[in-house]
């Protein structure tokens, strides 16, 4: 496996130079993690946190780490002090506990909501009515160790670009019509994560900003 001649090319495919690339490394090894980051790669994505707590030590501390993953809350503690974004925040309740890690060890955690927007059940996410409620609720305006970035999303896993196109339109909407509301000082509609090696390409033509990218660059993946 290539993988920094596997990062020039999906590079060279990108439809907008500059949509920040995550490069997936959930269950490489270590010493593909440092051939990416010998080929420039400076933003890495995990989905589990021992396996994050386990590679985050042996690797350079410019690394910035994406949680992409499902997190649970009792994990927050381990990874607060050094995560550089988490993509997953699916509840409130979650995103509370982020809120008060954060402020244990006085830092504000930079997050991403992470809206349903897959045909399938089986992936996490708000969907419109929870989000609403959410920032509706007055507890929400008193987060004070949290910056929410902006969206998250994964389109259904099809064959039909149709529906994947579809599904990412109505991310990219939504994250333009909260733009236009009145969010409190800590939340701002920057980042919009979506896309993965099936479909970045469209997730990139519908406004993307960030893609996170595994296979496409460090080859399938064995569990
Ligand atoms: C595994 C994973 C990816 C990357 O998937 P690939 O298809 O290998 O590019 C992206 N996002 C999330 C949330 C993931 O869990």
Known sequence: MDIKANLESVKKTFKN?????????????????????????????????????????????????????????????????????????DSFKLLKEINKQGKKIDR??????????????????????????MLADPDFTELTHVTIKGLMGMATFTENEEQIRREFQGLKNHFEELKTNPLPEFMKMEVLSMGMSGDYLIAQEEGSTMVRIGSAIFGARNY
Not at 110 to 119: G, K, N, S
């Open 17 to 89: 130079p500059d949509c920040l690339l995550v490069a997936v490394s959930k269950t490489k090894p270590i010493s593909d993690l440092k051939e990416a980051y010998e080929a420039g790669i400076r933003d890495f994505g995990e989905n589990k946190v021992q396996e994050l707590q386990e590679k985050q030590p042996q690797l350079p501390e410019d690394i910035r780490w994406h949680m992409i993953g499902h997190l649970q809350r009792n994990k927050v503690k381990y990874i607060a002090p050094y995560v550089h974004l988490i993509h997953g925040v």
């Open 108 to 133: 504000k955690i930079p997050v991403l909501l992470q809206m349903h927007i897959a045909e399938e059940d089986s992936k996490f996410g708000f969907d419109r009515k929870e989000m609403d409620e």
